[in-house]
């Protein structure tokens, strides 16, 4: 069975730093790319980031880009989002997402003084 579990979502202050993870089974993570979205409320979904598996090469939203770092570690099927310099326009339930494969159900992530 293919699963999926985000973690480390939390509140944080602007400009403060949080790191969400997507420990992902039922399936080798490192043959697949994997992204991050967002959903906040209201608002549509938002594609975050991207890192691929060929070459590990990465794209990012204009939002994010030089804030937020993606990443992996396939020995343990886990991919990673690195968020410093946050705003409270990142507030959103943030979700990984393995094409063809599935999505997790996210964790939330909340930015306010």
């Known amino acids: 069975q293919k699963q999926f579990v985000e973690s480390g979502g939390g509140l944080a202050q602007p400009g403060g730093s949080l790191r969400v993870s997507c420990v992902a089974s039922g399936f080798t993570l490192g043959y697949y790319a994997v992204a991050w979205f967002r959903q906040a409320p209201g608002k549509e979904r938002e594609g975050v980031a991207v890192?691929?598996?060929?070459?590990?090469?990465?794209y990012y939203a204009d939002s994010v880009k030089g804030r937020f770092t993606i990443s992996r570690d396939n020995a343990k099927s886990t991919a990673y989002l690195q968020m410093n310099n946050l705003k409270p326009e990142d507030t959103a339930v943030y979700l990984c997402?393995?094409?063809?494969?599935?999505r997790g159900q996210g964790t939330q992530v909340t930015v306010s003084s």
């Open positions: 890192i691929n598996t060929s070459d590990g090469s990465t």
């Open positions: 997402d393995v094409p063809r494969i599935g």
